[in-house]
């Protein structure tokens, strides 16, 4: 139930955690500052380097007193890159060549019937909104030379800027009372982009499809069929890797995690996957992933690597000669609560008096689990506020466990790579007084996302819900502070709190 950032979108993440540094560099009263950098991302932009304007326009982000309007730029800029990679797939391209019309027309259906069921956001999900982003990314793809270079009939340059004009002209006002209404105007405007382009009609269905997702937020996206990461990047994820697709629709290793199964395995980022095996369901599509086939960034020969049966989420687990125990917790998922029950009785057997989590590097997991971590320390409070569509993402969730909590003292270690989930448990912890924080300001990731598949194949990535620290506070964007901050040796400086905090209790 939670999606880490995007391999598209890996430079937003470098961006907010530069935010601090950029400001240390360049005064806010240099009124010259933002006027230079948005005059670079423009050029960029109209030059088509997406990446590198939205590099820019994050850079630009600290400057602006209200950065709604540079925030839809760094959306616009994820969009326009989203798009050139799917069209550079030609695996991708290739299936929605052949899909037929009505199939994509089914499945643009389908995909405005879930984000209106389920996204989290009232105010975007407006029939007439979702078509009109439809428009924006056709639009979008037309403008692009890659892209009619692909798909529109040679010498049609010309019918192509008098199409988007049109285009505009006639739909840009237009009203959809019921999803019969979109469907019937998407079919139009495919069967003429066919007629007067040579465009495939799927291809332009797909387009308004990926409009409708990709627009609603930075998490939010449509995955195309041809990417198997839709099934599996979930599983992968919790083992410690995180994927990424090449221009030519390979799909390679774009990070481990240290100190992950991934690690041990010794998976190095720039492998390419050459091909994933899963374990059939009843319906025969893959379920689980059971073995994955990898190979380095120039080697032509493979190697085969087993997946794990059941994957251990705590680690590390020690006692220090003056009672100061450490794990960590590198994600949550349906045996961490488990897990961590086992790791205190054994720390209780040697003789733990004070006790260090490591949540550095944790990207999340399944939301409920950490919900649950949290009671097993914290015997009662708020511990995270939800806001969605569906009663199961609108509510408090606080602790009840009392008597049953772990009582020791608490120490949490956090980096700007502790995400999601992990900013779940580390903010209850903090806000209520639980546990002293120790390192960086987390990533700052307060969106609960699922992936629902789509009837003709692929599927979107929506937000479903976002979380709020006990004290009202939005994770999303902001993170959790630590209550120390420390860079350098922060278990250190840990364990000697901890130490601190035995002696006091001996007193």
Not at 368 to 392: K, Y
Request: hydrophobic share 40%.
């Amino acid at each position: 139930m939670f999606a880490m950032p995007n391999g598209l979108i890996h430079w937003t993440r470098l961006g907010c955690v530069c935010v601090a540094i950029l400001c240390s560099q360049a005064s806010a009263n240099d009124i010259s500052t933002p006027i230079r950098l948005r005059k670079e991302a423009q050029q960029l932009e109209q030059a088509g380097a997406w990446d590198k304007a939205g590099e820019v326009y994050m850079r630009l982000l600290p400057f602006d007193k209200d950065p709604t309007a540079t925030r839809a730029k760094i959306l616009q800029c994820i969009r326009h890159l989203q798009q050139q990679r799917r069209h550079q797939d030609r695996h991708y391209v290739r299936r929605i060549s052949e899909l037929p019309l009505s199939r994509a027309l089914n499945a643009y259906v389908d995909a405005l019937g879930k984000i209106q069921a389920n996204y989290v956001e009232r105010d975007k999900i407006a029939l007439t909104d979702q078509f009109q982003r439809g428009l924006d990314e056709v639009a979008f793809a037309l403008s692009e030379p890659a892209f009619c270079k692909l798909h529109v009939a040679p010498g049609q340059e010309l019918a192509t800027s008098k199409f988007t004009e049109n285009l505009r002209e006639q739909w840009q006002h237009a009203r959809m009372r019921h999803s019969g209404e979109v469907r019937d105007a998407v079919r139009n405007i495919a069967l003429s982009a066919q007629k007067e382009l040579g465009i495939t009609p799927s291809i332009v269905v797909l387009e308004f499809l990926c409009g409708a997702c990709n627009a609603l937020d930075e998490h939010s996206a449509y995955i195309p069929p041809s990417e198997q990461t839709a099934i599996y990047s979930g599983q992968l994820t919790a083992h410690g890797v995180q994927l990424n697709s090449s221009a030519d629709g390979s799909i390679f290793i774009e990070r481990v995690l240290p100190g992950t199964w991934a690690a041990a395995a010794e998976l190095r980022e720039g492998d390419r996957i050459v091909r994933f095996i899963g374990k059939n369901c009843e319906h025969g599509e893959p379920e689980q992933l059971m073995e994955i086939e990898v190979a380095g960034r120039s080697d032509a020969k493979s190697r085969t690597i087993k997946m794990p049966v059941l994957l251990s989420s705590v680690h590390d687990i020690s006692t220090s000669v003056e009672g100061v125990a450490f794990l960590r917790i590198s994600g949550f998922t349906r045996t961490t609560v488990l897990e961590l029950q086992n790791a205190f009785t054994r720390l209780r057997m040697d003789g733990a008096k004070a006790l260090i989590v490591d949540l550095r590097g944790n990207p999340g997991g399944l939301f409920p689990v950490a919900v649950d971590v949290a009671e097993q320390f914290l015997p009662e409070g708020i511990i995270v506020t939800t806001q969605g569509q569906g009663a199961a993402y609108n509510r408090n969730y606080e602790s009840r466990s009392g008597m049953g909590a772990l009582d020791l003292p608490l120490l949490v270690l956090v980096d700007q790579d502790t995400a999601s989930a992990a900013e779940v448990l580390a903010g209850a912890l903090k806000e209520n007084q639980r546990a002293t924080l120790i390192g960086r300001t987390t990533y700052g990731k307060g969106t609960i996302q699922n992936v629902m598949q789509l009837s003709a194949g692929g599927g979107m990535r929506i937000t479903l819900a976002r979380f709020f620290a006990p004290n009202g506070q939005p994770y999303q964007g902001v993170g959790v502070t630590p209550n120390i901050q420390e860079s350098i040796r922060p278990r250190e400086l840990a364990h000697e709190l901890a130490v601190k905090s035995i002696m006091m209790r001996n007193d």
